[in-house]
């Protein structure tokens, strides 16, 4: 009877905790939806960086690389836009913030972390937006995949949406202006695509940039993904630094600590308001 009364009591609890981040992330698509900005630059963004510089870098440098720069970049520029939207979505935090939203779920008898989970999972709506216009755009300039690395880059993409989420929690914890939050995760997302090897390989950097390179997370995600695009390839030691499970294992534990120490900080920066 005990046991029966405490799977009673648990249920509810986790089935809560699932509607609210079905709730959360369903409010974040549909404001997404209404903010046809976001949508355009969601699809835009790869037609101007990958379709126009990366056309340029693949013709006049990738030609001597001695394998198709076109895929490379493909996959460098699929974690990247996941990265990017996921980073930008979690400003609607701030966003909340000011108008007491936050403030309203957050007393509600709810775990945090369900509510900002939410806030990834919605955020992604629009990173996979930009993820399938990458793919079309990738295509136009040359590159190319099997089904099977299609699938294996699929299968992965939502563990970069919730890395992505963790460091856009881990730096909105610490900003209380909407267009600053705009701004410096724009900064920070392009400052990882150039120096993440997303679109130009860093497999020989040495010195200072080597150490920021692998200082930035997306690094790490951009490694998986080509590791496993190009498993079984002789493309393979020339791009990727890592073993695939080295890379999951750096992946987690960074997100772990960014997700815990972000949502720590903006629901103390909450009660502090």
């Known amino acids: 009877m005990n046991t029966t009364a405490i799977k009673r009591k648990e249920l509810p ?44 870098l693949s013709q006049n440098m990738g030609i001597n690389m001695g394998y198709n720069f076109s895929s490379f970049m493909l996959v460098g520029m699929l974690v990247n836009g996941l990265f990017m939207m996921v980073m930008q979505g979690l400003n609607s935090l701030v966003e909340d913030r000011e108008n007491d939203f936050t403030q309203e779920i957050f007393v509600s008898p709810t775990s945090r972390y ?51 989420g963790s460091l856009g929690m881990l730096i909105v914890g610490f900003i209380k202006s909407p267009a600053t939050a705009g701004m410096i995760t724009m ?60 890379n999951v294992i750096i992946i987690v534990a960074f997100t772990l600590v960014f997700f815990v120490a972000g949502t720590v900080n903006f629901v103390r920066t909450e009660k502090n308001k």
């Not at 698509?29 to 056309?55: E, H, T």
């Not at 120096?195 to 995600?221: D, E, K, R």
């Open 114 to 164: 369900a509510i900002l989970l939410g806030k990834i999972i919605g955020a992604s709506f629009v990173g996979y937006i930009c993820y399938f216009a990458t793919i079309i755009v990738g295509l136009i300039v040359g590159a190319t995949f099997t089904a099977s690395q299609f699938w294996m880059l699929l299968l992965v993409s939502p563990l970069m949406c919730i890395a992505a």
């Open 13 to 56: 609890r986790f089935a809560q905790n699932f509607n609210v981040v079905l709730t959360i992330a369903m409010r974040e698509i549909i404001l997404a939806i209404k903010a046809p900005s976001r949508l355009f630059m969601a699809l835009m963004w790869p037609v101007m960086i990958f379709g126009m510089f990366g056309s340029q």
């Open 187 to 246: 900064m920070f997302a392009m400052v990882q695509m150039f120096l993440s090897g997303a679109m130009i390989p860093i497999n020989n950097s040495t010195g200072v940039m080597a150490v920021i390179s692998h200082a930035m997370p997306m690094t790490y995600c951009i490694d998986l993904a080509r590791g496993l695009f190009y498993s079984g390839m002789p493309e393979y030691e020339s791009t990727v630094m890592y073993a695939p499970t080295t």
